[in-house]
DNA sequence: AAAATATTACCAATATAATGGTACAGAGTT
DNA sequence: AACTCTGTACCATTATATTGGTAATATTTT
């Protein structure tokens, strides 16, 4: 998963749950700039992060073992 | 999955294929302390970081919606 | 159309991740 | 015993993520 596709998604995910990147920034404590540099696919969050915007997104991160093909 | 986690399962992974820190910082191409902090659970890599890592350990990053209990 | 709202662009300042060196501790080897 | 390998501790330096402000640009609403 490229930093691409993760900002596509917590914007999608964002976007269904009903909240602006302000509601998010107010409910993480984050700035603003960040959310939109992530969501943008520009930036290299931290994953503390990333942990925190998910928590308010109801989202989890996975790490698995990719099969081989 | 909280930072500690994730750093076990680098660590475990790295030594299931049988690589010292120091033979991952090689393939990688970083520092022997970012990889050692992240193993240990000190630290807060970012997003690139963990892919890179993931690329040689063979592991990738899923992101899911929670359900709900 | 204008007005209100949401998002991005830009930038300087701050916080902190990442680096690269050395030293130290532990485990295994000879 | 010394020697080798591995990993952690420590530290100063560099690189960069994060912040918070304003301005500019969408986007939506009336």
Request: glycine residues 8%.
């Amino acid at each position: 998963m490229k930093i691409e596709e993760l900002g596509k998604l917590i914007k999608h995910r964002r976007k269904v749950l009903g909240l602006t990147i302000r509601d998010l920034a107010d409910l993480t404590g984050m700035s603003r700039t960040t959310i939109s540099q992530i969501e943008s696919g520009v930036g290299n969050p931290t994953f503390q992060v990333l942990q925190n915007i998910f928590e308010y997104l109801n989202l989890e991160i996975k790490v698995k073992v990719k099969k081989h093909k």
